[in-house]
């Protein structure tokens, strides 16, 4: 079992930044892939950018490639996402997601963390 916590969400205006972390405890991540996945109120999820845990290469949706960017800290087991230029388009809930392999797909996550609100004002 994965256990995650989310936090570093809350309101900013068109623009501006923020920094997401994700706290994981539990099963060894090294065999894991740490994503973010986020959902807007009567939206579909929608997969943001993801980190594999071991070799850390990472990817991202087209919406956020260039605005974010997904990292590790291997010590505290921690993963983050940062985010810049924030649009209102990115208002959502953010979740924290642990995959058995590399994928963009939600459903492939079985691990979830509690989400945490990101609102951009315009």
């Known amino acids: 079992q994965v256990h995650l916590v989310e936090s570093g969400g809350g309101l900013v205006q068109t623009g501006g930044s923020l920094r997401l972390s994700c706290a994981a405890s539990?099963?060894?991540?090294?065999?894991?892939?740490m994503g973010w996945i986020r959902q807007a109120p009567g939206k579909e999820r929608e997969f943001v950018a993801a980190i594999v845990w071991n070799g850390g290469g990472s990817f991202y949706a087209g919406s956020v490639e260039g605005r974010s960017t997904v990292s590790r800290d291997n010590v505290h087991n921690t993963v983050y996402l940062q985010m810049n230029s924030l649009r209102p388009e990115d208002t959502a809930v953010y979740y924290c997601?642990?995959?058995?392999?590399?994928?963009?797909?939600?459903?492939?996550?079985?691990?979830w963390g509690q989400g945490t609100q990101v609102t951009v004002s315009s």
């Open positions: 997601a642990a995959a058995h392999w590399p994928t963009t797909l939600p459903e492939e996550y079985p691990y």
């Open positions: 539990g099963r060894t991540l090294s065999n894991f892939t």
